[in-house]
């Protein structure tokens, strides 16, 4: 007869090999050089690049948004009232519960993320550039129609160059915003949406479904 392999549970407990960390990574200190190397090309680098693209996708479509309302606002006032108030409300929306608000709409994909990240950026970009614009002087405005300058070269030689430090201080702020926003849609992404992940995978699949969830 082939004898019985021994049970698990009288062999003891199965401790998994995972090598010998630097003396840095036993005694938990606040930095580690050779921890950041050995986990920079697998976990970090992919993560950062996909950060950085993230933020450079979602301030880029706000400001072409936000400077294209800004022109139309400059020129009629009557719009700033309605764009104010639609970016204030989405920039008061909390980013966990709008993610959750998003995800009927969008899924479970990037579009969830940029989307919520464009909104938070509308409302800074928008009232930086459109105060840059306004905060040209009066004097400065009278020179240009003295010399000619019609009111579309106006606006592209003398208000737009002017309005950059302006432009420039939003960009910077919505890029700070938009960072953590992006944290907080990977802790939303892995807790909460992870809910959503198994209702869509038990309708598509039934129980196989959330055996597969389980496995990934």
Not at 14 to 29: T, W
Not at 137 to 166: F, K, N, S
């Amino acid at each position: 007869m082939i004898p019985l392999a021994e049970p698990l549970a009288a062999q003891g407990p199965v401790i998994p090999d995972f090598g010998e960390g630097s003396d840095c990574v036993v005694q938990n200190r606040l930095f580690c050089p050779d921890w950041v190397q050995d986990n920079w090309s697998g976990t970090l680098q992919p993560a950062l690049v996909e950060h950085v693209k993230l933020t450079l996708i979602a301030v880029a479509i706000g400001f072409a948004l936000s400077f294209g309302a800004a022109l139309v606002t400059h020129r009629y006032r009557l719009v700033e009232r309605p764009f104010v108030a639609f970016a204030a409300i989405v920039y008061t929306i909390p980013s966990l519960a709008l993610f959750q608000l998003l995800v009927p709409v969008t899924g479970l994909t990037v579009a969830t993320v940029e989307v919520a990240l464009v909104g938070y950026t509308l409302l800074i970009l928008f009232r930086n550039i459109l105060e840059g614009l306004r905060s040209v002087p009066p004097d400065v405005l009278e020179a240009a129609r003295g010399m000619g300058l019609t009111r579309r070269q106006t606006l592209w030689r003398i208000e737009l160059p002017l309005a950059v430090p302006a432009t420039m201080a939003g960009l910077r702020v919505a890029v700070v915003i938009a960072v953590p926003a992006i944290a907080a849609f990977s802790v939303w992404f892995f807790t909460i949406g992870r809910d959503e992940r198994v209702d869509t995978l038990r309708k598509q699949h039934g129980r196989a479904g959330t055996r597969i969830l389980e496995a990934a």
